[in-house]
């Protein structure tokens, strides 16, 4: 009788486990369909982890992730080619007018902070920090031609010619650093080896040893081995005492002034009412701020999160930006609290 009761009791928990398995997969929704990407380099590496984990539940959606910087991203954005921008800046006016003059409506959604790194080659023994000023010396329209050794930058530092890196005009980190170093967005000297592609900046600083760069913190993350990061000093007492490295406490608390901002993915509209795009947009919301830590990237506030999955919700359509392209020290979560009214 003992033996009885006990086989029933494991039928009756097999059928129970085998119900609560077929629920469980019957909540994950049989997707289908493509899903294209593209913008900004330094999301990209937040939107490739987003990507795969997605893919892990739906095998069946075929998601493209392309990098041809946040310029060239809008650009096929609003001609419609496609579904998601990733975007180091906010978009720019032209870019507005380009959707508006395709009919393209679309929902702005901040994801994480970032924190732009300045490196120079291990060999570089003689840099352990710089100011804002000296790297707008640097890299200033009119440096161009005067400023061509170490040097020329500080005294004392050695003759060796600078071999300049950095992202090119396509790039929304090139419109933010030019804005927040040199004073004005997209205004910087030409003669530096540019590319749309971070890794071929990090290999260039990476070989040349008179080599400065710049570019998103994950890139030096992933690269430690090959690259030197600077600590940059903005000269202003209010943010910190002397220079500062781009730490997730730097960053949150305003120290790392003014070499951080916010990223971005924009989503069309009428993309979001298929499926498998309004989907994967909910998937990247609830979990970039797991997957941006996990690459490199500093989270935003949980506030900041829970307000933005109201926007994406709502599909509250537009920018919070005003059109401005960068800006520096905005603040995410005054402009998504003024949008609510609160």
Do not use: H
Request: charge should be negative; proline fraction near 5%.
């Amino acid at each position: 009788m003992t033996q009885f009761v006990t086989l029933k009791r494991s039928l009756l928990l097999g059928v129970i486990t085998l119900v609560c398995w077929q629920q469980a997969f019957a909540a994950v929704p049989e997707l289908k369909g493509t899903i294209k990407i593209d913008g900004s380099s330094t999301v990209y590496p937040i939107t490739e982890a987003v990507t795969e984990d997605f893919q892990k539940t739906f095998k069946e959606v075929n998601v493209t992730v392309g990098i041809s910087g946040t310029g060239g991203g809008f650009k096929k954005f609003a001609a419609g080619e496609i579904d998601i921008a990733d975007a180091s800046r906010p978009i720019k006016q032209a870019e507005i007018e380009a959707c508006q003059a395709n009919k393209i409506e679309y929902v702005e959604l901040p994801i994480a902070y970032d924190a732009l790194s300045v490196v120079v080659n291990p060999k570089n023994t003689w840099v352990t920090s710089l100011t804002i000023k000296e790297l707008a010396k640097i890299w200033s329209p009119d440096a161009q031609g005067k400023i061509m050794k170490w040097s020329d930058v500080r005294p004392g530092w050695p003759e060796t010619p600078i071999a300049l890196f950095g992202p090119g005009t396509d790039s929304g980190t090139f419109d933010y650093f030019t804005e927040a170093v040199v004073g004005k967005q997209g205004s910087s000297r030409g003669d530096y080896t540019s590319s749309e592609d971070d890794n071929v900046l990090v290999q260039g600083v990476a070989g040349t040893q008179g080599a400065l760069g710049f570019f998103g913190v994950s890139y030096y993350e992933g690269n430690k081995d090959k690259l030197k990061i600077v600590p940059i000093d903005d000269e202003k007492a209010e943010n910190g005492a002397g220079p500062m490295l781009p730490t997730q406490e730097n960053v949150l608390k305003g120290a790392y002034s003014p070499l951080s901002r916010p990223l971005f993915v924009y989503a069309r509209k009428d993309a979001l009412d298929r499926p498998e795009v309004k989907e994967f947009v909910a998937f990247y919301i609830k979990n970039v701020p797991a997957l941006a830590t996990e690459v490199g990237y500093i989270k935003l506030p949980e506030k900041v999160y829970a307000l933005t999955t109201e926007r994406f919700s709502k599909k509250v359509i537009g920018t919070l930006f005003g059109g401005a392209g960068s800006q520096v020290g905005m603040t995410l979560e005054d402009l998504l609290k003024k949008e609510q009214g609160s």
